[in-house]
T-cell receptor
Framework: DAKTTQPPSMDCAEGRAANLPCNHS???????VYWYRQIHSQGPQYIIH???NNETNEMASLIITEDRKSSTLILPHATLRDTAVYYC?????????????FGKGTMLLVSP | ETGVTQTPRHLVMGMTNKKSLKCEQH?????MYWYKQSAKKPLELMFV???????ENNSVPSRFSPECPNSSHLFLHLHTLQPEDSALYLC???????????????FGPGTRLTVL
């Protein structure tokens, strides 16, 4: 699986949009970009994933560049409860089971 | 609430104890995973079961013994652990079989294990 690079930490004011970047320059054509987050001492929570088109759900939007070498997770109106470590993971999707390789992620701190 | 439950949520044990961690998923998934997260370290995959068969053992010491009696339940049996085994143990499940919507792993809340 391709490796990802994320900034170690970011700050965001409550109510503002949080834009979390991820670089995955070695991504291959059949690899998806997944985002999870982990609030302190809890299990990781799935947020969103995509292949090449932008995706949106009730939690966030995922913007993937045309060359697929980077992506941005957007939390449109960050709240204090969005403070967490956010993980960007690139993984091949196939019909069998799969494993996720977690890096260090980005610690997002949302402040009042 | 992700549909994956883990018990107990917290466990303190001595090095000579034997204990078990339990994971149950209510999602109809067929693959289940054990991960370990030590302090200030990324999650590490330990074991994978797919349709009750162990498909991956990530060089885990034998003092950790997994068991998957059916696709909904996963156990991690612990014996003669070391203090450095103290960590958050996470279970996840996934529906395998292909397709865009089936590849997501859903995690339980974890068991915080302390070995004295």
């Amino acid at each position: 699986d391709a490796k990802t690079t994320q900034p170690p930490s970011m700050d965001c004011a409550e109510g503002r949009a949080a834009n979390l970047p991820c670089n995955h320059s070695t991504i291959s054509g059949n690899e998806y970009v997944y985002w999870y987050r982990q609030i302190h001492s809890q299990g990781p929570q799935y947020i969103i994933h995509g292949l090449k088109n932008n995706e949106t759900n009730e939690m966030a939007s995922l913007i993937i560049t045309e060359d697929r070498k980077s992506s941005t997770l957007i939390l449109p109106h960050a709240t204090l409860r969005d403070t967490a470590v956010y993980y960007c993971i690139v993984r091949e999707s196939n019909s069998g089971y799969s494993t996720l390789t977690f890096g260090k992620g980005t610690m997002l701190l949302v402040s009042p | 609430e992700t549909g994956v439950t883990q018990t107990p949520r917290h466990l303190v044990m001595g090095m000579t104890n034997k204990k078990s961690l339990k994971c149950e998923q209510h999602l109809g998934h067929n693959a289940m995973y054990w991960y370990k997260q030590s302090a200030k370290k990324p999650l590490e995959l330990m074991f994978v079961y797919n349709f009750k068969e162990q498909t991956e053992n990530n060089s885990v010491p034998s003092r950790f013994s997994p068991e998957c009696p059916n696709s909904s339940h996963l156990f991690l049996h612990l014996h003669t652990l070391q203090p450095e085994d103290s960590a958050l143990y996470l279970c996840a499940s996934q529906l395998t079989g292909g397709g865009f919507r089936t590849d997501t792993q859903y995690f339980g809340p974890g068991t915080r294990l302390t070995v004295l």
